[in-house]
């Protein structure tokens, strides 16, 4: 490494955000441009980034032995000419730039020399008078450390012996304040809230606050974090400094202690806040080869005493390097230029901890700085890579997913997925046979939605021994299989749709099969059924069908079955099976050969085909295996289906407390809480009250429709719900109280707990009673009719009579509807019924009222003045109606 890549600091030009200025043992100007990544960069040129690469346009090397650099806070049309301030060892400060043309104010060439020479630690310029330059020296017995000067004032000539030794043009700034006699400055800063007021690190011990117009220390605070101050331009009071690996916020208005400490592993060389981040402040530690962040925003929210909140990240813009310096970047969002001790140059964008959100809709947001917002949405190319559950459950539910009553199987049609589709069809079939009343369970209990396995479990299961022909080998000697056979199994067989009592339902089943395309499938379920014959037919018609001659080949070897010939000729062919049977690529084919091939009746190939459909499994089960290997094997099959959330597992648990738990273990893991609410809407509503994972199931369902905007799926969804529902109607909500106990006199109420009514001394079952013209509950009486002055007070309710009701009898408007049932009888008729006007209070019976209203609007009650009738949003419109005669 030649000591001209030495870089001991680098900055972004303030006035031209693609230029930046590196200093070592010269000062030199770089320009940034962008470049593809395989454009290839030579000296003087160096690679940044893959997109950027910089470009050498000066070298100032007429300044040596540097310590300090400070760009000038004011704007230049020409990156070239913008005037920088370089401290140097001996303690001059020299005004210059990197253009060669004559400086027409007069500035560039002026220095500042000291009486006598110690270094520079530190340069700031004022940001408010930009003509303001501060210098921080060490500590000599008869000089100031602390010096302020006015670049624009005129300058003069040198006057000390040590002056005209060092200086090399003879304009020499003269200072226009001191401070810090016999004292040393470690680092000055110019506030950004007062103006001349300036902060400096003195003594290493104290930070001082010095007023320029009144020349005099203005706040002081003890404090060994006095290196790098620097101000933040987001907040005018707040300031940063460190002293070894420890960094310290300061707040101006109360400079006594500060407001946060900050932990590094290292001690710090250099601090600086971003410019372009509210609230982020970085330092670098030595012989580090990353950066340490401090978030400390959220501690601007809170107050003194409040615990602060800081998010600390790290970050490594050259790995396997260490950093000497950085810059940021002044006007690019969290861009920052990195140097490391081998002279590598890096610039940097710091990537923000994005904060992510997912609406109901599926679309993803996160933020891309403060000013750009990412969206994705279910429509994004990207969703095709994620098996989102949401895009499903949105997907299947425009396709009226579960809204299909008469024809459940229906519902599993709009899916791509292929348990679904055969928990539908369990469902429709299992419906049908609870519906239909003609499906009995051993004992005669009715079915309710039970499982194989509840009738394999609900007693002890005793079977008998079945030697079943083989059928379709005319002319051999018979041959036969041994099945099981008891009234649990038969059931189960019914449930699997392998109930086959007769030929029609096999050759209607087999039919079916053949005509879905699964002729492999319908070949094996004959040859489990010992039709040899049948299933080869049944595989010549698929090989012609599908166009897959190998099914001929198939059928052909299963046509040799050998059940009438010798043992010899038996050997060969299961030996030559048993083969080939590995290169089937077909389930069904592969069962069926292994059921053919099978001498001692384990049938462990069979039942270990997890690709043949579950019915199918447990129907062979079913029908082969002996009572303990069949409990067993169930057994075993619902745990393993039960654990892996598989809802073929209904087959087996049904829907009772075990198809419950399978149902929450399959929304564990796949979070369809829509399949599950579906179910229990058109099959479980009878047992919503005995479990509350159902009804939470189904709400979850219905706040996600809402949240979709899906209105039109949950209207029909509450249709369903209300259809399917089987309690009772709702509670009575509203009634009539006494005016003094306040207690309700309501005779006929339908109130959840009420289970007789209360007060069927005063004749709510039969208008021949005596009307109820007093309170029940104290015995006052009821308000009278402000036109017939009888206390009010009817019969309501229904009654078991064919009796007219008194007011029928009294007002004479006709008798009980003909097609009103004698056992369901409204007891009142409307003309009878108590009413009031909402202003007024004042009532009667409502068929008086009515003729009163007729002819008047005034309130009957000869003392009240309220126009009842004018109310009445009735008369409002009749009133506003207009006729119109034509001439």
């Keep these: 490494m030649t000591m001209s890549s030495v870089r001991v600091d680098v900055q972004w030009l303030p006035a031209a955000p693609d230029h930046f200025l590196t200093w070592g043992t010269d000062l030199q100007l770089y320009q940034v441009q962008d470049a593809t990544p395989a454009e290839a960069v030579q000296p003087p040129r160096l690679r940044l980034s893959p997109h950027s690469v910089a470009s050498l346009l000066a070298t100032n090397n007429d300044i040596q032995y540097i310590k300090c650099v ?115 400055a470690h680092s000055v800063a110019f506030s950004l809230h007062t103006p001349r007021t300036l902060m400096a690190g003195m003594n290493n011990k104290q930070i001082k606050l010095f007023d320029l117009r009144e020349n005099k220390v203005i706040a002081s605070t003890n404090t060994k974090a006095v290196y790098g101050i620097c101000t933040d331009i987001h907040n005018e009071h707040r300031l940063a400094s460190y002293f070894e690996s420890q960094v310290s916020i300061w707040d101006l208005r109360n400079i006594e202690r500060p407001v946060l400490n900050l932990d590094a592993n290292k001690p710090v060389t250099k601090l600086a806040w971003c410019p372009s981040r509210l609230g982020l402040v970085a330092s670098l530690c030595r012989d580090s080869p990353s950066m340490r962040l401090y978030d400390i925003i959220h501690y601007a929210a809170g107050g003194e005493d409040q615990e602060p909140a800081v998010i600390t990240r790290s970050i490594t813009p050259d790995p396997g390097t260490c950093i000497s310096t950085f810059s940021w970047h002044p006007t690019h969002e969290n861009r920052l230029l990195s140097a490391s001790y081998a002279g590598n140059l890096v610039d940097y964008s710091v990537e923000e901890r994005i904060t992510v959100n997912w609406s109901a809709t599926s679309a993803l947001v996160w933020t891309q700085g403060k000013k750009t917002l990412h969206q994705v949405d279910c429509q994004h190319p990207v969703y095709g890579h994620y098996d989102d559950v949401l895009t499903a459950i949105v997907t299947r539910a425009r396709k009226k997913y579960g809204l299909y009553m008469d024809t459940l199987a229906m519902n599993g049609d709009v899916t791509d997925d292929i348990s679904l589709r055969n928990l539908w069809t369990w469902l429709d079939a299992a419906k049908s046979l609870a519906t239909s009343g003609n499906f009995k369970l051993p004992g005669g209990v009715p079915y309710r939605y039970q499982g194989v396995w509840s009738l394999m479990t ?132 592969r069962a069926m050969f292994a059921f053919l091939t099978d001498d001692a009746d384990s049938f462990d190939p069979v039942l270990g085909e997890t690709d043949m459909a579950i019915q199918d499994r447990v129907a062979f089960a079913c029908t082969y295996l002996s009572d303990v290997r069949l409990v067993d094997y169930l057994e075993k099959l619902n745990t393993r289906l039960t654990e892996e959330g598989n809802l073929d597992g209904i087959l087996l648990t049904g829907l009772c407390s075990e198809g419950i738990d399978l149902l929450q273990r399959y929304v564990d893991l796949t979070g369809d809480v829509q399949t599950v609410a579906l179910v229990t809407i ?30 039109n799926e949950r209207a029909q969804l509450d249709v369903i719900m209300n259809e399917n529902k089987h309690a009772e109607r709702p ?157």
């Design 458 to 589: 609900a007693d002890t299961l005793s079977s008998d021994v079945m030697n079943r022909p083989w059928i379709g080998h005319e002319g051999q000697k018979q041959q036969f299989a041994k099945v099981f056979r008891s009234e649990e199994r038969s059931r189960a067989l019914e449930l699997c749709s392998w109930g086959f009592e007769n030929e029609g339902l096999l050759g209607s089943f087999l039919a079916q099969l053949e005509a879905a395309g699964s002729h492999t499938r319908a070949a094996a379920t004959a040859v489990f059924n010992q039709r040899i014959k049948q299933a080869v037919q049944i595989l010549q018609r698929g090989a012609s069908s599908n166009k897959m001659p190998a099914l001929n080949s198939t059928a052909m070897a299963l046509a040799g079955f050998p059940t009438g010939y010798t043992e010899e000729r038996k050997g060969l062919w299961r030996e030559t099976c048993v083969n080939l049977r590995a290169q089937l690529t077909d389930p069904y084919l």
């Design 682 to 711: 058109h099959t479980l509503q009878h047992a919503i009250a005995k479990d509350s994972r159902l009804a939470h199931w189904v709400q979850s369902y219905r706040n996600l429709l809402d949240s979709l905007c899906l209105w």
């Design 70 to 184: 400070s760009w000038w806070p004011g704007v230049e049309a020409d990156p070239a000419q913008q005037l920088l301030a370089v401290g140097q060892a001996n303690g001059k400060v020299a005004l210059t730039n990197f253009s060669k043309v004559a400086d027409p104010r007069g500035i560039k060439g002026k220095e500042f020399i000291p009486k006598t020479a110690r270094p520079v630690n530190s340069l700031a310029w004022s940001t408010q008078e930009h003509q303001l330059l501060a210098v921080g020296l060490e500590k000599v017995r008869t000089d100031h450390s602390v010096v302020v000067c006015d670049v624009m004032r005129p300058s003069q000539a040198a006057s000390y012996t040590f002056d005209q030794r060092n200086s090399t043009s003879g304009d020499v700034l003269k200072p226009l304040v001191e401070f810090g006699n016999a004292e040393t």
């Design 731 to 887: 509670p009575q909500h509203i009634y009539i109280t006494c005016n003094f106990c306040k207690k309700g006199i309501t005779p006929y109420i339908q109130a959840a707990g009420r289970p007789r009514n209360p007060y069927a001394r005063f004749g709510t079952g039969s208008s021949s009673k005596s009307k109820m013209q007093a309170c029940p509950n104290c015995r006052k009486p009821l308000p009278r009719c402000s036109l017939c002055l009888v206390h009010m007070g009817t019969p309501a309710g229904w009654g078991n009579t064919t009796q007219k009701s008194s007011a029928q009898e009294e007002g004479g408007e006709g008798s009980a509807s003909a097609s009103t049932p004698s056992s369901k009888r409204k007891l009142t008729h409307f003309s009878s019924w108590i009413t009031w006007c909402q202003t007024c209070r004042h009532g009667g019976h409502a068929h008086h009222l009515m003729e009163w209203f007729k002819e008047h609007t005034e309130c009957p009650v000869t003392t009240c003045t309220c126009k009842c009738m004018s109310l009445d949003t009735v008369s409002k419109v009749a009133s506003s109606s207009v006729s119109v005669v034509p001439k």
